[in-house]
């Protein structure tokens, strides 16, 4: 199976900066696509930001200039830079890859999420 780290969320006030990073492992032939996304209180879960094995992204409006996505793919890591970070950015924020894998003796490509990490931004 595959696993997902998150790391790097707390408290910040308005204005701050916080750096995510999400680590895979585990049976991984190739990483596709590996996204952020986050769910406030109340809320559906939403996208924040993609970003290919080609390394195309692609970000929320909300977000676009204040956040940037990048990935090590020798570490199977993705990233998410977060300046300016605002009240209504406060979430949990959850990491998803797109993977091929082997399940039992089947490889197949599957999605994964990592368990979130919590962002808090306030005073």
């Known amino acids: 199976q595959v696993q997902l780290v998150e790391s790097g969320g707390g408290l910040v006030q308005p204005g701050g900066s916080l750096r995510l990073s999400c680590a895979a492992s585990?049976?991984?032939?190739?990483?596709?696509?590996m996204g952020w996304y986050r769910q406030a209180p109340g809320k559906q879960r939403e996208l924040v930001a993609i970003?290919?094995?080609?390394?195309?992204?692609n970000y929320a409006d909300s977000v676009k200039g204040r956040f940037t996505i990048s990935r090590d793919n020798a570490k199977n890591t993705v990233y998410l830079q977060m300046n300016s970070l605002k009240s209504e950015d406060t979430a949990v924020y959850y990491c998803n890859a797109d993977v091929l894998t082997t399940v039992a003796v089947t490889t197949s490509r599957r999605a994964f999420w990592g368990q979130g990490t919590q962002v808090t931004v306030s005073s």
């Open positions: 970003i290919t094995s080609g390394d195309s992204t």
């Open positions: 585990g049976i991984i032939f190739t990483i596709y696509t």
